[in-house]
């Protein structure tokens, strides 16, 4: 085993979407970042995740459209193994190298291993000695909390030793909850890698969760011909208005998924259950109604934990001062508190705030452009323009300053990729109201605008957007129908921008779209 110190201004620890912007943003002022990376340069969301799943989506998407347009033929089954070999180009075959040479020509040092914190602005770096670059697609497991991975299958190991001169930036995302039902991790359970990177759709497979997960595997699988089962303790897309996940199950019954709401798994059985998931066979689930479930294979989708356990924080004194989850509690400067000196920093999911690419890489460019104004130099092409002062150590910026994550609790946006989609910014109406905020709901069937009609004869949708009354101004929008996911963003800026709606009375929305619902909700809250 050998070791060498090595000293960077600033340390990234996880170089997925969220890590690879803060180092690029934390460089922009002349610091020298080196950026850690155990698995894959572009993390889970490139190749386990966003990337995959929604390739998985896309091709029932477009047959659903195809059905609905008159005119058009019955577009016939799906080439499944088509559908997968797009997913396997769009995850490069799980090769890293187009990120590596983008991380490179930043003018980053990626530094490939696992990284866990030794003291203060210390971090060791476990160093494989073979790239795992070309990790195998199926490697990890739900039962495998994705700690070690490199360690655990190579044999040699050597150790680097990084200090940094400034800061140390976490952004080691999250791992996926296995819940403790009897037989559950020994039947070779799928997480969502398994489902993003699975070389055949099986004849049958049960899912667990009525997340986002949950409903979207669901749709892609049922898409491609496999019979499945959703199981959902509650409603479906708890987190979303209560309308959304109604009208997913509906659309998902219609398709002939088995969705079945209130129940609890009870335990698992899968006698067959070998090392590897392939040889296994099928897997029987016992419900808390007393129903069984029999699948050729079982989805655990029941959400995901960030991703702290194995960082050493006991080296620091921060493992007992975690959040929820074993979060990593962040200021609105994304700065880790209870850490004396202010030299720690965290954004993306092991923050526990948001766990989407998009809101994640917002606190990679917040995290970053607040270590660049503290501690960087030059004021570079590159270098954050505003002129704003970043901060001291310790202090947050003003609400809606470039330094300060506003929109992580006042304008927060997801999508959901299932048919039909869902997206929405801000609280739900429930959300709202349980924080003081006196809202009236406006909600309106897009069936009943013209574009809507032009779009197709089944066309079916609903929007609802949230008033603040005392302000007058938007603080949410939920949208579900054909592309919502491309709806979303006129609310999104109505919503940040807190246009008042006098204002956006003077937002025309072209004819025929199914953007006109923007007037309705304005005619309907009475201007
Ligand atoms: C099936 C699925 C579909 C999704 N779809 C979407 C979507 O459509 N849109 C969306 O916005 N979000 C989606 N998400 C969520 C999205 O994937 C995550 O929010 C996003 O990946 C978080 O980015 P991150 O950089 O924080 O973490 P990650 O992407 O998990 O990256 C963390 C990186 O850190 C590395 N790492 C961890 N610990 C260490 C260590 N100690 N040392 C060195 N490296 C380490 C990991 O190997 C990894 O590469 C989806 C999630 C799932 C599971
Ligand atoms: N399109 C997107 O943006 C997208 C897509 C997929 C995932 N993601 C993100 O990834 C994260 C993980 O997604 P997820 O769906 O796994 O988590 P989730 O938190 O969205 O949903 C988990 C679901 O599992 C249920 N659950 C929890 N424990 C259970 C148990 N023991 N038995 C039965 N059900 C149980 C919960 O009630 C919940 O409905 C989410 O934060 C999500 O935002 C985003």
Redo the contacts with the bound molecule.
């Keep these: 085993m050998s070791v060498s110190e090595e000293l960077f201004d600033v340390i990234v620890?996880?170089?997925?979407?969220?890590?690879e912007n803060a180092a690029d943003r934390a460089s922009r002022t002349g610091l020298s970042v080196a950026l850690?990376?155990?698995?894959?340069?572009?993390?889970?969301?490139s190749y386990?995740?966003?990337m995959p799943?929604?390739t998985l989506l896309r091709t029932g998407a477009v047959r659903a459209i195809v059905q609905d347009t008159p005119g058009l033929s019955d577009p016939g089954t799906p080439d499944v193994a088509a559908v997968l070999a797009r997913r396997d180009e769009i995850t490069k075959d799980w090769d890293d190298a187009g990120q590596v040479s983008w991380v490179e020509s930043s003018g980053l040092t990626l530094v490939r291993?696992?990284?866990?914190l030794t003291g203060e602005r210390l971090v060791e770096?476990t160093v494989p000695h073979e790239s795992p670059a070309g990790v195998d697609a199926d490697t990890d497991s739900a039962a495998d909390s994705?700690?070690g991975l490199a360690e655990a299958e190579t044999g040699e190991l050597q150790t680097r030793l990084l200090r940094a001169r400034h800061a140390v930036i976490v952004?080691?995302?999250?791992v996926?909850v296995l819940p403790d039902v009897p037989g559950l991790a020994g039947a070779s359970p799928w997480s969502?890698r398994e489902?993003?990177s699975a070389d055949e759709i099986p004849e049958s497979l049960v899912v667990v969760g009525g997340g986002?997960?949950g409903v979207?595997?669901a749709n892609a699988y049922a898409d491609l011909g496999a019979q499945v089962t959703l199981l959902a303790r509650g409603s479906l897309l708890s987190g979303a208005e209560p309308f959304a996940g109604e009208m997913v199950g509906d659309s998902l019954r219609k398709r002939g998924v088995d969705v079945r709401t209130g129940v609890n798994v009870s335990s698992v059985e899968r006698p067959d259950a070998g090392a590897e998931s392939d040889s296994a066979g099928p897997v029987t689930v016992t419900l808390s109604d007393g129903g069984r479930v029999t699948a050729a294979e079982i989805l655990v989708a029941t959400g995901?934990l960030p991703?702290t356990a194995?960082?050493s924080l006991e080296n620091i004194g921060l493992e007992g001062a975690l959040g929820r989850g074993g979060a990593l509690v962040v200021d609105e400067s994304l700065q880790v508190t209870g850490v004396p000196g202010g030299w720690l920093y965290a954004?993306?999911?092991?923050t526990g705030r948001a766990?989407?690419?998009?809101?994640?890489k917002y606190q990679g460019r917040i995290v970053g452009d607040v270590v660049a104004a503290r501690y960087g130099t030059e004021a570079g092409d590159r270098a954050p323009t505003t002129g704003e002062a970043a901060p001291a150590v310790g202090q947050e910026g003003k609400r809606w300053s470039r330094y300060t994550a506003t929109a992580d609790h006042a304008a927060r946006v997801q999508?959901v990729?299932t048919h039909p989609q869902v997206s929405w910014v801000g609280p739900t109406e429930h959300q709202a109201r349980s924080a003081g905020i006196p809202v009236e709901a406006v909600s309106y069937d897009l069936s009943w605008v013209s574009g809507a009609s032009v779009a197709g004869p089944n066309y079916s949708g609903r929007a609802q957007v949230l008033v603040d009354t005392q302000r007058r101004v938007l603080v949410g929008a939920t949208f579900v129908g054909p592309d919502a996911g491309e709806m979303l963003h006129a609310a999104t800026i109505a919503v940040v921008g807190e246009v008042p709606l006098d204002r956006l009375w003077h937002a025309v929305p072209a004819y025929p779209t199914v953007s006109e619902v923007w007037l309705r909700f304005l005619e309907s809250y009475g201007l």
């Design positions: 620890i996880g170089g997925g979407p969220v890590g850690v990376e155990s698995e894959l340069v572009g993390g889970e969301c386990w995740a966003c799943s929604k291993g696992h990284g866990r770096v994705g700690a952004a080691t995302g999250s996926p969502s489902a993003t986002v997960v979207e595997m995901r991703r194995d960082l954004c993306g999911d092991v766990a989407t690419t998009h809101q994640g999508v990729f």
